[in-house]
């Protein structure tokens, strides 16, 4: 079985600081890790996947998340915080040995104070 | 911004309508998703497809039925709504790749039955 958890579903950080937003997950094979965005009243929005290779992986928007598999964590990251980063974030994996389909985290809501 | 497109965007009905939600995608890909999603909360698997004619359940049991006739198309249909079905209904779709590609989400259907 596959699983994801996000620790904390509210982090709050101000604008120009670094943000952190934590994502562990469980596999059986080796993970297929994604994350997503989504603003207010939309869908969700592809951010950056790790599938193979560096461990960082950069992606839209100036995010960049480092897979950790001693820690079998892949942790989202933004070295300086915009007001327009506020949203949700969901991370989601894959087991790439057993599973079809994606398991999505519960979500963190990220809030950048001006 | 991906070509995934869900109509309505908002939908209020009455207990015991008929409704069909559509969701449509310019990508040419074989897979396609429906979630459930309560605003701010986690995504559930409410059914999948690998290609047409080909449509399968998933992880959160749904009242609903999909179909996939063309490889562009898979809507959604609630034969009798209630209120429990008063929630996000997101679409998805993925190209080719053994697990490692993203999905791209339509803008959502948000559902109202009174």
């Known amino acids: 079985a596959q699983s994801v958890a996000q620790p904390e579903d509210q982090v709050n950080v101000a604008e120009g600081n670094p943000l952190t937003v934590k994502c562990t997950y469980s596999v059986s094979g080796n993970p297929y890790l994604f994350w997503y965005v989504q603003y207010p009243n939309r869908g969700l929005q592809f951010l950056l996947k790790y599938i193979t290779g560096d461990n960082l992986v950069k992606g839209s928007y100036g995010f960049e998340a480092e897979f950790n598999k001693s820690q079998t964590s892949f942790h989202l990251k933004k070295p300086s915080a915009l007001v327009s980063d506020s949203a949700l974030y969901f991370c989601?994996?894959?087991?790439?040995?057993?599973?079809?389909?994606?398991?999505f985290g519960s979500g963190t809501q990220l809030t950048v104070l001006p | 911004e991906a070509d995934i497109y869900q109509t309505p965007r908002y939908l209020v009905i009455g207990t015991g309508k008929k409704i069909t939600l559509e969701c449509s995608q310019t990508m040419g890909h074989d897979k396609m998703y429906w979630y459930q999603q309560d605003p701010g909360m986690e995504l559930h698997l409410i059914h999948y497809s690998y290609g047409v004619n080909s449509t399968e359940k998933g992880d959160l049991s749904s009242e609903s039925t999909v179909s996939r006739i063309r490889t562009e198309h898979f809507p959604l249909t609630l034969e009798s709504a209630r209120p429990s079905h008063t929630s996000q209904y997101l679409c998805a779709s993925s190209g080719p790749g053994q697990g490692g590609s993203e999905q791209y989400f339509g803008p959502g259907t948000r559902l109202t039955v009174t």
């Open positions: 989601a994996v894959r087991d790439s040995r057993s599973a079809r389909q994606l398991t």
